[in-house]
């Protein structure tokens, strides 16, 4: 007990002292193989390297290096240009559009940051032109964005299919049934707060010419999505495919990406996969470690002393969840807790794919809320908004996403319907 409170300390003390969360785990892996395992500094190696042995973590880097080459080109562009026009006729229909655009751009995305950028940089100053105001223009781009990690394909989903050895096929069917309802969910509140900004007639001439300038566009998440479900290509091969499609277009057909802009984005893509692949390896071996301590099946036993049902269970985890969320990123919080929650889920019965994709809303959520909210951080860099108003504008899209986590908390056929 001395040495857990110990630990618990020397972790609270690295991150008030703002240790990068690297060097937080590093200190956290040392101090538990030598206190609760044989103290081998060997095994602590071998753990890291069978975390990273694996061929469905290329998929990571290959759909991080899509989305950047996405953003710097014209899919985005085009995408909002034929959502704008297929809403016209509906009252505040770009903002809808831009809620939608959002949903599109993430199924071939993975990222709810690059799907900020891509697609909130053309969406902002859309709005504010047709005089949507601030306040809410900037709520529907950052909060619509985080549809990039719950709409399939998803870099967090990947990453929770690797440490819980889920299907991450699975785990992307599991999540077209919530992203569609998220998606819808936030549509039908951007119309009814713009209601009174008047639609406009059908434009047959301009949907058509956006229709044909952004038909290769329209076609990549079909591709990409019919190809997974359809099991003609896993999610590492896929996510080849995507990239190499988005290079086809952005180079060949749209001509948006010249060669420096795809040196800018290898570097890019490099930068944040040397901070994603340690921290994966490092929680990775802390899971292995506490698997073969019996950690988790203590817990859960510890848990079922004073928790008695399902529901009870839920609602805990999903208030711990968005506590997390607010004070870790979504990648560190899948990889430190998603190993001990799957256990704990199971023996409430909780189907493995709905808890990957309950976790996968609430840090969703989490990328909205202070003060590690990523999606906050991200807008107010890339828009120069006071965050302030950030805040303020999400505001009332966070009690939207919290109604409708507990919709697909509580009703697990949402997600599960395509997977059974």
């Not at 889920?166 to 599991?174: A, C, E, M, N, R």
């Not at 949907?207 to 990409?224: D, E, F, H, Q």
């Not at 692949?277 to 988790?296: G, R, V, Y």
């Not at 951080?377 to 009690?399: N, S």
Request: charged share 10%.
């Amino acid at each position: 007990m001395t040495a857990g409170i110990l630990l618990f300390l020397i972790i609270i003390g690295l991150i008030i002292l703002r240790v990068n969360i690297v060097g937080v785990l590093l200190v956290a892996i040392a101090y538990i193989h030598f206190i609760w395992g044989d103290g081998a500094f060997v095994y602590i190696i071998e753990d890291m390297w069978i975390a990273i042995d694996k061929e469905v973590l290329l998929a990571i880097p290959l759909f991080i290096l899509c989305g950047n080459v996405m953003s710097k080109g014209d899919i985005a562009k085009r995408l909002i240009t034929i959502m704008q026009e297929l809403t016209r006729p509906i009252p505040g229909g770009l903002a809808v559009a831009s809620i939608l655009t959002c949903a599109v751009f993430a199924a071939i995305s993975g990222s709810s940051p690059v799907t900020l950028i891509a697609v909130g940089s053309i969406a902002y100053p859309g709005l504010l032109k047709q005089n949507y105001s601030r306040r809410f223009s900037m709520g529907a781009v950052v909060a619509g964005s985080t549809l990039g990690i719950i709409i399939p394909p998803s870099i967090p989903m990947i990453l929770y299919g690797i440490v819980t050895e889920t299907s991450i096929v699975d785990l992307f069917k599991g999540g077209v049934g919530p992203g569609i309802f998220l998606a819808l969910m936030l549509s039908f509140y951007s119309f009814f707060v713009n209601r009174h900004i008047p639609s406009q007639a059908y434009d047959i001439k301009a949907l058509t010419l956006a229709l044909k300038k952004g038909i290769w566009s329209l076609l990549m998440p079909v591709i990409l999505l019919g190809g997974i479900y359809s099991g003609y290509f896993s999610p590492t091969e896929s996510a080849a495919v995507a990239l190499a499609y988005s290079l086809f277009i952005e180079i060949f057909i749209h001509r948006g990406v010249t060669v420096r802009d795809l040196s800018d984005t290898a570097v890019e893509t490099t930068i944040m996969l040397g901070t994603l692949f340690p921290l994966l390896a490092i929680a990775f071996s802390i899971n292995m470690l506490l698997t073969s301590q019996q950690i988790p099946a203590a817990l859960t036993a510890w848990v079922g002393s004073f928790v008695s049902n399902k529901i009870t269970f839920i609602l805990l985890i999903n208030v711990l969840l968005l506590g997390v969320g607010c004070i870790m990123d979504t990648i560190s919080a899948i990889m430190v807790l998603a190993p001990l929650l799957l256990q704990l889920g199971q023996a409430y019965g909780i189907d493995p794919v709905h808890l990957g994709i309950m976790m996968t809303v609430n840090l969703e959520i989490g990328l909205l809320t202070p003060p590690v909210g990523i999606n906050l951080i991200v807008a107010m860099t890339a828009f120069r908004e006071d965050f302030g108003l950030i805040i303020k504008g999400v505001l009332p899209f966070i009690f939207l996403m919290l109604a409708g986590l507990l919709v697909i908390s509580f009703v697990p056929e949402l997600t599960l319907w395509l997977v059974r």
